[in-house]
């Protein structure tokens, strides 16, 4: 049970940098139009911010 209730927790995180990359990149895109690679790069690094973190801990906890 509780490591079901560990892995939906997870799962929200990485839905959540996912979200929050996604926002960060229309708003960058918004405010700069042509630099496409600028609001690429800045949603893919706040992705992985926040999702990669609880990711390398859970799958350390299991190696």
């Known amino acids: 049970m509780a490591d079901e ?3 939906r927790k ?7 940098g ?5 926002v960060v990149t229309f708003i960058l895109r ?3 139009p042509e ?3 600028l609001y690429i790069a800045a949603g893919a690094a706040v992705t992985a911010a926040i999702a990669v ?3 390398a801990r859970y799958f350390q906890k299991w190696m």
């Open 5 to 7: 209730r560990g892995f």
């Open 10 to 16: 997870l799962i929200l995180l990485c839905i959540t």
């Open 18 to 22: 996912l979200v929050a990359g996604l």
């Open 30 to 32: 918004a405010i700069f």
């Open 35 to 37: 630099a496409e690679i």
């Open 53 to 55: 973190p609880p990711l």
